[in-house]
């Protein structure tokens, strides 16, 4: 009889006594295989309670092989299928190697197939397909190869299946892809791992037909396209994990519906687009890890991130998204690890998200650009054991009570704007220089490589204090200067509409050089007032008569003819008055003087008396063509005067010579251009 070296045999008939050395002992058994004498037991007529090894009373058959973690080795005998009772064979975490027996396939019993973790290598043989009671098959951890046995789906009764992390390979036909069709069959499958294999092409609807699916693992392969929109039929997920694949696209809004997710993993893909507020909404219930980590998603972490409220670990390291971190994190209490390194996040670490009854133990905010001081509350969270905010723009000094920390393992504040003295207890005695490097501004122990404190540098704090104030006062200094800038452009605003009025009510004469004033004879005027007709008369009055006319070019003029008979001295200074009025003037509804005509009056040799002339015209006004003709006239004698003078003064010009040279000297130096030149007017009422 080979020797059973199976530990502790016990037989119910005291005659068989089998003597056996410890289970330990099976790599030194007289048989090749350790298992081949169990071929032999399936015939036993009595009973047995074996260590590993469970008998079915009534039968006497072995029903039940759980052998974990035996260090068994060798291959696995193919006599297994002589046992036609078992229900359960579990080798899990040994070292047996070679091919899976396809005898297994005999085991008509068989419900659990567990070879996880051993050396086996080749196909998964397709015999398995004859085991139609096979709930859990789980042959992960080991050296298989080849394609997925369509026959497997044969096995309808099938929960569970895991293929994780083996060589299996090739193109399975069908529109299903790499998954068998008949995998859909599989109404009661529960759970599915085909994870770290090298499987292609695009994850198959029909997968998601298995409605009873909680565990989906299909990690670590190479699957591409969108994730598919029905997954949402999976409302019984609470496993998904599809990291380390090659999809693109968004996530799709119907995961939402994944209400009973504990566990979500979409990590190193080509996953884009914005992370849905509403997907995160839908999967609040979460209690073990969400990773959306190495992708290429965008724009802000939703606001929705605060209802995890039990979720452990959130990762969304490595993207692009940007924004601040929401303060809505405070409402993850359970969370213990937190990443959101290698993004572009900005502005302050929000201190809300900090409490002293976290139980946050990692955070990771290294290579973004936020800014700001240290949240002094970060020192509260006495769990926390691993803080990194590396590689940012984080200022200010580092709060002396992060030395208190005591489970505080690792602290990376390098390459920041930090200042100031640098704590020596706690975690800063056994700090790394790496970890404060990048900090130019730091001072502090030599065995951090960082300067010394002087006096100077001691000063940091004030110092920061005062860049503060220098600061606040710029912005006042600023703000001061552009008030006193609108006060100063207010006040000049004032002065010039102040000028402007006075000049409107006092203008300032014009003096040019020359005033080119149209000259009208009285012809001219009786014809465009058909002879001062009564027909064209427009206003009457004690003093004068108005009348309307059209000169030959058609200009329609005013004409006001003066009653001086009726004409006292009083009368004269009034008229004077109205005439420097109208002159000043500008309506559109006043017409503008275009000359004074008529008698100006004459004194008793027949020449005119300018003095009244002159008051009619005001002071600047003086009717000269030039000042040149008129000194030309003078040194030209009677000749030139004579085509100076008014036509119907001609006559008494040669008379009068030195009267009228005298009266142009007089009418030149009342007219001159520079005002300060010209004569006070007594000088001419005396002349």
């Given at each position: ?5 199976l530990d502790?045999?016990q037989?119910?008939?005291p005659?068989?006594?089998?003597e056996?050395?410890?289970l ?10 350790p298992l081949?004498a169990?071929?032999?037991w399936?015939d ?11 008998c079915?009373p009534?039968?006497?058959q072995?029903?039940s092989i759980?052998?974990m ?12 299928g002589?046992l036609?009772?078992l ?9 047996f190697?070679?091919?899976?027996p ?5 085991c ?6 567990i ?13 398995l397909g004859?085991l139609r ?6 042959l992960g951890s080991?050296?298989?190869n ?5 026959s497997?789906c044969n ?10 992390s083996?060589?299996l ?7 299903i ?5 008949e995998?859909s069959?599989?109404t009661?499958?529960?759970g599915?791992?085909?994870a770290?294999?090298a ?8 997968i998601?037909e298995l ?8 990690q ?7 994730i598919?929109?029905?997954i949402?039929k999976?409302e ?15 996530i ?8 009973n997710?504990?566990m979500?993993?979409?990590s190193?893909?080509h ?6 507020g ?6 609040r219930?979460?209690q073990i890890?969400?990773n959306?980590s190495h992708?290429s998603?965008?724009?802000s972490?939703?606001n929705?991130i605060?209802?995890?409220q039990?979720?452990?670990?959130i990762?969304?390291a490595n993207n692009n998204l940007?924004g ?10 359970g969370?213990?690890?937190l990443d ?6 900005s502005?302050?670490i ?11 133990t ?10 700001g001081e240290l ?5 509260s ?6 803080p990194d905010?590396?590689?940012n ?10 030395a ?10 390098s390459?920041?704007?930090?200042e100031?003295?640098v704590?020596?207890?706690?975690i800063?005695r056994?700090?790394?220089a790496t970890?404060?490097?990048g900090n130019p ?7 951090l490589r960082l300067?010394p404190?002087?006096?100077k540098s001691?000063?940091t ?6 860049k ?7 912005a006042l200094?600023t703000v ?5 800038l609108?006060l100063?452009?207010?006040?000049l605003?004032?002065?010039i ?8 009510e ?5 003096y ?6 149209k ?6 005027i009786?014809?465009a ?11 009457v ?10 000169l030959e070019?058609?200009q329609?003029?005013?004409?006001k ?8 001295v009083?009368?004269d200074?009034?008229f004077?008055?109205e ?6 003037l500008?309506?559109?509804n006043?017409v503008?003087?275009?000359v004074m005509?008529?008698?100006?009056r004459?004194?008793?040799d027949?020449?005119?008396d300018?003095?009244k002339?002159d008051?009619t ?10 000042a ?5 006239a ?25 009267a009228v ?9 009342c007219?001159c251009p ?11 009422f005396q002349s």
């Open positions: 009889v080979a020797c059973c070296v502790g045999v037989s119910a008939e005659s068989l006594e089998i056996v050395e410890a330990v002992a099976f790599k030194n058994s007289v048989t090749s295989d081949d169990l071929g032999d399936s036993a007529s009595h009973h047995c309670n074996w260590t590993g090894i469970a079915n009534s039968s006497s072995v029903v759980s052998l973690a035996k260090q068994l080795g060798g291959l696995i005998s193919p006599f297994l002589n036609s009772s229900q359960v064979l579990d080798l899990t975490s040994n070292s190697t070679g091919h899976i396809p005898q297994l396939g005999l008509s019993e068989l419900s659990e197939l070879l996880y973790e051993n050396s086996l290598s080749g196909q998964i043989p397709s015999q004859y009671n096979l709930q859990t098959v789980d080991n050296f298989l080849g394609s997925i046995p369509e497997l096995c309808t009764s099938l929960l569970a299946l895991g293929l994780i083996n060589n390979t090739g193109a399975i036909p069908s529109d892809g790499l998954v068998p069709p995998l069959k599989l009661l499958l529960q599915i791992s085909l770290d294999n499987l292609e092409g695009e994850i198959p609807d029909k998601f409605e009873q699916l909680t565990i989906l693992y299909l670590n392969n190479k699957f591409i396209g969108h598919p929109i029905a949402s999976l019984s997920l609470m496993f998904l994990d599809l990291s380390r694949n090659k999809l693109n696209g968004t799709p809004k119907s995961l939402a519906r994944l209400n997710l504990l979500l993993d979409l190193h893909n996953l884009r687009g914005s992370i849905p509403s997907v995160i909404g839908g999967i219930n979460m890890h969400l959306l992708n998603f965008t724009d972490i939703p929705e605060g209802m995890l039990m979720v452990q670990a990762d969304i940007s601040s971190v929401p303060q809505t994190f405070k409402g993850c209490r969370l213990s690890t959101l390194s290698g993004n572009m996040l502005g302050q929000p201190e809300e998200i900090f409490t002293p009854s976290d139980i946050l990692s955070l990771n905010l290294s290579r973004n650009q936020l800014d949240p002094k509350n970060l020192a969270l006495m769990h926390l054991s691993s905010l590396s590689q723009k984080v200022k200010g000094m580092i709060p002396q009570n992060f208190n920390i005591s489970t505080l393992k690792h602290l990376n504040l390459f920041n704007q930090l100031g003295r704590p020596e207890t706690g800063f056994n700090a790394s970890s404060l490097d501004y730091l001072c502090g122990a030599n065995y300067r404190c002087s006096s001691q000063l704090s004030s110092s920061r204090l005062s503060k104030i220098v600061l606040i006062l710029a200094g001061a200067v552009i008030l006193i609108v100063a452009i207010s006040v605003i004032r002065l509409k102040k000028k402007t009025t006075t000049e409107i006092n203008p300032v004469p014009e040019p050089i020359a005033l080119a004033l000259r009208f004879d009285q012809k001219d009786e014809t007032t058909d002879f001062f007709s009564e027909d064209n008369i427009v206003g009055s004690s003093l004068s008569t108005v009348y309307k006319g059209r070019d058609g329609i003029i005013a004409v003819n003066l009653d001086f008979q009726q004409f006292s009083e009368s200074k009034c004077i008055r005439v420097k009025t109208l002159n000043l500008r309506h559109r006043l503008k003087i275009l005509l008529g008698r100006l004459y004194n008793s027949g020449v005119p300018q003095t002339a008051r015209r005001g002071r600047g006004r003086a009717a000269n063509h030039s040149s003709i008129s000194t030309e003078l040194a030209a004698g009677i000749n030139s005067l004579l085509r100076l003078v008014d036509p119907h003064l001609a006559s008494k010009v040669s008379k009068q010579q030195e040279e005298e009266l142009l000297k007089l009418a030149l130096s007219t520079v005002p300060e030149n010209r004569p006070e007017m007594d000088r001419p």
